[in-house]
Nanobody, 128 residues
């Protein structure tokens, strides 16, 4: 069983930066793929990015070059560093996890259905 707890959300202005954290329980953290998704009001939950067990990262085109995902295995924590924030980044951000089931280094876990564990979400609001 894995439990995920996000923190770090808040209200910022366009152009500002924010870092979200996701603390995970469980001894197999290092073998998990850790993903970030977001859901804006009235819209579907969408993939933001992930970090594979080997450290490979992938991002949605909408955040590429602005967002960075990293993980600290010693702290069982994954981070989402968000720079140059835009009003359209406003959403509830969710951390997700599951076993990294493939050794294909190019595989990207973009579907929310591929993650079995979810955090409670943290609100990020970017004002213009």
């Amino acid at each position: 069983q894995v439990q995920l707890v996000e923190s770090g959300g808040g209200l910022v202005q366009a152009g500002d930066s924010l870092r979200l954290s996701c603390a995970a329980s469980g001894r197999t953290f290092s073998s998990y793929v850790m993903g970030w998704f977001r859901q804006a009001p009235g819209k579907e939950r969408v993939f933001v990015g992930h970090i594979r067990s080997g450290g490979t990262t992938s991002y949605a085109d909408s955040v590429k070059g602005r967002f960075t995902i990293s993980r600290d295995s010693a702290k069982n924590t994954v981070y989402l560093q968000m720079n140059s924030l835009k009003p359209e980044d406003t959403a509830v951000y969710y951390c997700a996890a599951d076993a990294d089931r493939t050794d294909r280094s190019t595989y990207v876990y973009t579907s929310w259905g591929e993650y079995g564990y979810w955090g409670q979400g943290t609100q990020v609001t970017v004002s213009s």
